[in-house]
């Protein structure tokens, strides 16, 4: 009986894989060995009019053209074919070919193959208008990225070329020239050439290298509201124009504010200037309020130096 059917199977093998397409599945199934009565859980991968694939959890040596049936259910509809086995792959993986199926049977295992292909059809869709979703994204987040790494490179060069287009150095000359005699000078043109005006300090801080997310350390030499300028512990890393957070304490106070590196000084790129960018209306707030303290205080000492027993002597003697 075996060789008969091999003989009927054979040409039919090959047209039958060829005229029935295999659509995807994913469905457990029972596959049920007939000269051994013996029964076999499995998982159906494929299925088409003709056969299906099947993966088997452990090793199938049954060869070739035996005779099973196979059990399984696809969208609520229980189905049980009569097969011969046509092939098998890495002892895990073997082909069914349906054989004695009824025309009715036929019709509904066509019909549930129409669900199963409109539903890979759909799922196939989703998956790839997700995908489109995802890398739209990912392109805009590039384009964001470049054009708020742009936004700030260009507000830093507004920030550091207008001033020196703005520099004046004539009416200086002409405040010198007309002061009288054995005045003091004018301020130097270089407070000219800040929007704010620097002031001393010296405390310890924390430079916050946001895209590769190291710390430098270091001590602020001087502030104000538009930045600072710190002398680092240990050679700078990076050049201008780098986003970076920068974190102190002054006067009790703790801040984080974010800026760019505006300049790195000196051949051992210790001396960093940072321009702050970004500050809310609460931190510029505070920084004004940092600044008038220390002025107050550079003021109180200005006096108390002028107050000096010395030099009030000179003075009344004069």
């Known amino acids: 009986m075996e060789v008969e059917e091999k003989a009927e199977s054979l040409p039919e093998r090959k047209p039958e894989r060829r005229a029935n397409p295999r659509h995807v599945v994913d469905e457990d199934a029972v596959l049920l060995l007939l000269n051994h009565s013996f029964s076999i859980p499995c998982h159906i991968v494929e299925l088409s009019l003709g056969g299906c694939r099947l993966r088997i959890g452990e090793r199938f040596l049954a060869g070739i053209l035996v005779r099973v049936e196979v059990t399984f259910k696809v ?4 189905f049980r074919f009569s097969g011969v086995t046509e092939w098998t792959e890495d002892e895990h993986l073997t082909g069914i070919r349906f054989v004695n199926m009824t025309s009715r049977r036929r019709e509904e295992l066509a019909e549930v193959l129409c669900e199963v292909e409109a539903d890979n059809v759909a799922k196939a869709a989703k998956q790839a208008a ?6 739209k994204r990912a392109a805009e ?9 742009e936004q700030a ?4 060069r507004q920030q550091t070329e207008v001033p020196a287009i703005a520099e004046q150095p004539k009416p200086a000359l002409q405040l010198v020239e007309s002061q009288p005699a054995g005045l003091p000078l004018a301020p130097p043109i270089k407070r000219e050439r800040r929007a704010q005006s620097r002031h001393e300090v010296d405390t310890s801080a924390t430079i916050l290298l946001i895209k590769i997310g190291s710390q430098v350390r270091g001590r602020i030499l001087d502030l104000s509201l538009g930045g600072c300028r710190i002398r680092t512990d240990e050679a700078f890393p990076v050049g201008i124009y780098t986003r970076v957070e920068v974190e102190f304490r002054l006067e009790g106070l703790p801040f984080r504010l974010g800026g760019v590196i505006q300049a790195v000084h000196d051949r051992d790129r210790l001396n960093v200037g940072i321009r702050f960018l970004d500050m809310s209306d609460r ?7 940092l600044i008038d303290e220390i002025e107050e205080v550079r003021a109180k000492r200005q006096l108390e130096e002028l107050g000096d027993p010395g030099e009030s002597t000179l003075m009344t003697k004069a």
């Open 283 to 289: 931190k510029r707030s505070q920084v004004e309020q």
């Open 75 to 78: 969208n609520g509809i229980a």
């Open 141 to 149: 987040e590039r384009v964001q990225e470049k054009t708020s790494t």
């Open 130 to 135: 997700e995908s489109l979703a995802a890398e």
């Open 153 to 156: 490179e260009s507000q830093v």
